[in-house]
């Protein structure tokens, strides 16, 4: 029991930031899991180089993980850290321009030797120049108190012993924020414990040894609690955007009855969807890596002609490469799931940094007029119940659907309350045509314009599908232009008609008022602090977030129209104020940034208050 004062406090956003070789994402993701075991609502923001391997020491090398806790709900991962725990000179220079007056800040001051200094590109050493008052330091030889920790594993090298410094730290952040080792310690059992005993325990060793130095060194003076926060009564775990999604598309196998074929390619930073999925054989998910793109998504549609729930996914670039196939499959009006996880581009762009910048290439990426539905995840849990819906209306209208996510949500993690049972989903019936009788490849339900599933090799009911234009009742190839004016026009209107299944909007606040703001995909929740925080001035200002793009919900313009502005926050240049400027004639304001950051609360809040003139 520590005999130390301890101080109560509502939230605390933290940054683990060092090399990307310190482990500062499994430094991060190991203090947010026993974060929510504790109780508090999170939210959090990986952040890692592009490079398998930046120079060490180096600017672009930086790795850094956030990790926003409270007791009471968040929506973000927060602006500006409360705490930086910096393993060299390269992570303090990046971060420091961020950190808000009278902050914590631990250093390893091991790394602090003029050759570090001169690989962060410091001219004069920060802890001597005075550059660091104003925040309160703690300067720890954290490499050498590792190091001597660890001073009976005479077998190790030093190196090796080295490698623990990350959970010596991770150990002194328990300490300071009243966590539990024992969720880390499970882990570190089952990660090490078989295979690398000395490993594992080495770095038990390191954890309990910066939990301990806190508690014996005058240096730390106080500790801080969070309270948990009010939650829902039910069963809670903590996940990230892609484990969600993965998780989602299982969920929609198991009501629809159909095994999952998930054909990819590997791309960041949609491959832990595949990795994800791959665990999940007991469920009967077929996955496969292909040599490229192309073969993913082909294979894909090979799949759904045989009666899968067919999926592929990559993104942004990969998506550019899919898009003739995705045609095809629009063609053949085959019911799939396409997953877009958006990242910063064009081209090869920044690989590991967020953006929103595909959704004009989901809207009119494909030769032709080829509109499919589009549907975009709001939050990491979220992820599930779009990958979810997005399976249910491919297998209801028999179309090809397309998910957008970003990197910020898919790598990013949050508390997510699993359904209690299966029944607590929609059902998603699937039905296969086996009647030969009056069959026409091309006949369709009245009311949702799809055409019969069919699985190849049912007697009686063999057809032809591919790319040319077919005829729009027997499937024969047709040039006739009338036919072509029609069969685009019917495609057209199955995806129109999903707005059937698409709830009315309810915006957040006033239903009618002086702005409303409208946002996609992955800036839900710096939306939604913004918004909240700037009602509790009293301004005028309400929220809307579209989380179905293609068709929109179907009262969106009446909704837009009951205000004087509307702001369209987006990370692109502004894409979905373009594509509701130019279906609502709404001169929407763009608030627009390409950073491959996502917005901060207080950038919108500042633009919010900008519109009301205060």
């Known amino acids: 029991m520590s005999t130390k004062p301890l101080e109560s406090l509502e939230e605390v956003v933290i940054r683990f930031a060092g090399d990307s070789g310190d482990g500062m994402q499994i430094t991060g993701n190991q203090f947010s899991n026993t974060t929510a075991i504790v109780g508090n609502d999170l939210a959090t923001f990986p952040d890692f180089p592009a490079e398998i391997r930046a120079p060490a020491g180096t600017i672009p090398g930086v790795s850094g993980f956030q990790v926003h806790f409270a007791s009471t709900e968040i929506y973000t991962p927060g602006d500006t850290p409360d705490v930086l725990v910096a393993m060299n000179p390269a992570a303090l ?3 420091l321009k961020e950190m808000p007056p009278n902050a914590i800040i631990v250093l390893d001051t091991d790394a602090f030797s003029a050759r570090d200094l001169k690989k962060a590109e410091y001219e004069v050493n920060p802890l001597e120049d005075g550059s660091l008052e104003g925040f309160r330091l703690f300067d720890i030889p954290l490499t050498t108190l590792t190091e001597k920790a660890l001073r009976e594993f005479e077998d190790q090298t030093v190196k090796s012993k080295r490698r623990c410094k990350n959970f010596y730290a991770l150990g002194m952040m328990y300490w300071m924020f009243s966590r539990p080792l024992d969720t880390s310690e499970e882990w570190i059992e089952s990660k090490w414990g078989k295979r690398l005993p000395a490993v594992r325990d080495m770095n038990m060793t390191a954890l309990k040894a910066g939990y301990a130095y806190c508690e014996a060194t005058e240096q730390f003076q106080v500790r801080y609690e969070v309270a948990a926060a009010p939650s829902e009564s039910g069963m809670y775990r903590n996940i990230m955007g892609n484990d969600a999604t993965a998780l989602g598309l299982v969920a929609a196998s198991v009501k629809s009855g159909l095994p999952i074929f998930y054909g990819s390619y590997p791309i960041t930073p949609a491959s832990q969807v595949l990795h994800a999925l ?3 054989k007991n469920f009967g998910v077929m996955t ?3 040599e490229d793109e192309i073969a993913a998504v082909t294979s894909t549609i090979g799949a759904a002609f045989g009666g899968k729930l067919a999926v592929t996914g990559s993104s942004g670039p990969g998506i550019a490469l899919k898009g003739e196939a995705m045609g095809l499959a629009l063609m053949v009006e085959l019911p799939m799931v396409i997953i877009n996880v958006q990242r910063a581009g064009p081209s090869t762009g920044m690989p590991t940094k967020t953006e929103q910048s595909d959704l004009l290439q989901a809207f009119y990426g494909r030769n032709g ?11 990491p849990a979220d992820c599930f119940d ?12 028999m179309v090809p659907v397309l998910i957008l996510t970003d990197g910020y949500i898919a790598n990013g993690a949050e508390p997510w309350k ?9 059902d998603i019936p699937v039905q296969f045509r086996t009647d030969p009788e009056g069959y026409e490849p091309y006949a369709r339900n009245d009311a949702t314009l799809a055409r019969d599933w069919v699985k190849p090799g049912t007697a009686g009911l063999e057809h032809r599908i591919g790319g040319l234009e077919k005829d729009s009742l027997t499937g024969n190839i047709s040039y006739d232009p009338a036919n072509h004016q029609r069969m685009t026009d019917l495609r057209a209107e199955k995806v129109a008609r999903v707005v059937q299944d698409i709830p009315d909007l309810v915006p957040f606040g006033e239903a009618k008022g002086k702005l409303l703001v409208i946002g996609w995909g992955g800036t839900y929740g710096s939306i939604h602090s913004a918004v909240k925080t700037c009602q509790g001035e009293g301004l005028s200002v309400s929220q809307i977030h579209l989380r179905h793009l293609n068709p929109f919900p179907g009262n969106l313009g009446e909704v837009m129209g009951n205000f004087d502005h509307v702001l369209v926050p987006e990370l692109n240049t502004g894409q979905l104020s373009l594509l509701l400027r130019g279906k609502f004639l709404v001169d929407c304001i763009g608030y627009n940034k390409v950073e491959g950051q996502p917005f901060k609360t207080r950038e919108l809040k500042d633009k919010i208050r900008e519109i009301h003139g205060s």
């Open 93 to 95: 220079k990046v971060n």
């Open 278 to 280: 791959s665990k999940y």
């Open 288 to 290: 496969f890596q292909a």
């Open 369 to 379: 007029d080829g509109p499919m539905p589009i549907l975009a995840a709001q939050s």
């Open 386 to 397: 779009i990958a979810f819906e997005a399976a249910r209306i491919a297998l209801k209208y």
């Open 418 to 426: 699993l359904p209690a049972s299966l029944e607590d989903l929609a």
